[in-house]
């Protein structure tokens, strides 16, 4: 197959925000490679050589961030797995930021700030209770609060799931929900319009969620909390984190909950790991600033 079909073709396993980031990282490897060699490449025959000089380039020459050099070599590295060929350069070191999470108290009054807020029609309003409830207190991405159908959320009298089919890498797994979450999700369904969508979470007009309109209302919520700290969806997946890891969670569980590939991941949550981000981070910061006035 030539690149552009086995591109399409590695592309077509993927979804949403990770097949576009993939998309945009390979067509920039492409162009990177006809310019540097002067012909098109070929995914089977590409090896760690040609992946260690697009690093340095990305790294030295692009100055990307170590996390946008990791993401387009992961889109590499995938295209010449599927390809059949195998690629084993290794990602740039990055300092790991710290998880920003909120307090009880923080967390509290954002929920009372959307609470008290009116949104017109009662459903709205219960509609962004549940919302914040679902990323609050069951750990989801927006990404895949967007993706709810209503199939997807069971709810019992002691009991209640969601089932997360469009999760990170397409894998599906299903998330407990506290009490407080099946109180508002029921809320919720029980006021919802019969909208004829089978989407959770819609808008006046009946379409789904977007994203964007998510992180708009917890930004906005946070504002009129009178929290300082940038608030956004994935604060709250944060904050779930840590909460259930106090509150004596075990950390294979939270990999579970959170659908991360590595327990490595799931292990920033950790007291002690947290405590080592923020120094290294510090650090990291207070070296930027001795080595600026060189």
Excluded at 68 to 78: F, H, I, Y
């Amino acid at each position: 197959m030539t690149w552009k079909e086995t591109v399409e073709s590695y592309l077509s396993t993927h979804r949403g925000a990770t097949a576009n980031m993939y998309r945009i990282g390979l067509k920039d490897f492409a162009e990177w490679y006809r310019h540097t060699y002067g012909e098109e490449p070929e995914p089977e025959l590409l090896t760690d050589e040609e992946a260690r000089e697009w690093r340095g380039y990305l790294s030295g020459v692009r100055k990307y961030a170590a996390a946008t050099v990791n993401l387009r070599l992961a889109a590499l590295k995938g295209l010449v797995r599927h390809a059949g060929g195998r690629i084993e350069t290794k990602g740039v070191r990055q300092v790991q930021q710290p998880v920003e999470v909120l307090t009880g108290r923080e967390l509290g009054r954002l929920v009372r700030a959307v609470e008290n807020r009116s949104w017109g029609l009662e459903w709205l309003h219960l509609r962004n209770v549940a919302l914040v409830a679902v990323m609050a207190r069951a750990g989801l991405r927006v990404g895949e609060v967007v993706g709810l159908d209503l199939e997807d959320v069971e709810l019992n009298v002691r009991s209640g799931w969601i089932t997360i089919r469009q999760g990170k890498g397409l894998k599906e797994r299903k998330a407990p929900l506290s009490l407080q979450a099946r109180k508002a999700l029921s809320a919720y369904l029980e006021a919802r319009p019969d909208a004829d969508t089978s989407a959770l979470f819609i808008t006046n007009r009946w379409n789904r969620m977007s994203s964007r309109a998510i992180q708009l209302m917890v930004k906005s919520a946070a504002q009129r909390a009178g929290i300082e700290q940038d608030v956004t969806p994935h604060t709250l997946r944060h904050t779930f984190a840590t909460r259930f890891l106090e509150q004596g969670g075990d950390l294979a569980t939270l990999r579970d909950i959170l659908g991360h590939a590595n327990i490595s991941t799931t292990s920033r949550y950790l007291p002690m790991e947290r405590e080592a981000q923020r120094l290294l981070h510090s650090n990291a910061t207070r070296m930027q600033e001795m080595v600026e006035g060189l």
